[in-house]
């Protein structure tokens, strides 16, 4: 597929057989390699599992980051506390928290002008992405790092 700014890219999906950690590791790898691409990104406080101890305070905190939108004006007062969450990626502390809690929630979305480039769901069970041939490569690089195979992603069949 070609992108909007000329360049070669693919739908990657990820797929089924990894353990918990592996999972995480590739949603958080992908997240990386997309981060200066994301213009906008949300995710959901919420998941079908119970929240892994280690980022329960990732959890509470951007449960926080809504209760500051609302108090700022920027969310309604009505919108679920834990649905669509908006994080800036250009923060530290906020990507941070979007590494944490991705793998976990039940839908995040990276959109880049208004395209959608990056959603997981099902609590980490379910990842698509569309890379770059350039980001697709560090992609695959950073997981054989980590000892992931470049099998753990598919392209996305057509039509789906």
């Known amino acids: 597929m070609i992108n909007q700014h000329g360049g070669m890219s693919r739908e990657l999906i990820l797929v089924a057989g990894l353990s918990p950690a592996d999972i995480a590791l590739v949603h958080r790898e992908a997240l990386r ?3 200066t691409d994301i213009d906008a990104a949300h995710l959901d406080a919420y998941s079908d599992d119970p929240w892994p101890p280690a980022v329960l305070r990732s959890y509470e905190r951007v449960l ?3 209760r500051e939108a609302v108090a700022a004006g920027t969310r309604a007062q009505r919108a679920d506390p834990g649905m669509g969450i908006d994080i800036d990626v250009r923060d ?3 990507f941070e928290l979007m590494l944490d809690l991705v793998p976990h929630t039940i839908n995040a979305e990276g959109w880049r002008e208004g395209q959608l480039v990056f ?3 099902d609590s980490g069970t379910s990842l698509w992405m569309v890379l770059t041939q350039e980001q ?8 054989a ?3 992931i195979p470049s099998t753990a992603l598919a392209v996305q069949p057509p039509g789906r």
């Open 33 to 35: 390699v997309l981060r």
């Open 64 to 66: 926080c980051l809504a």
């Open 92 to 94: 530290d502390a906020q």
């Open 119 to 121: 959603g997981t769901s």
């Open 136 to 143: 697709e490569a560090e992609l695959l690089s950073r997981l």
């Open 145 to 147: 790092a980590q000892g």
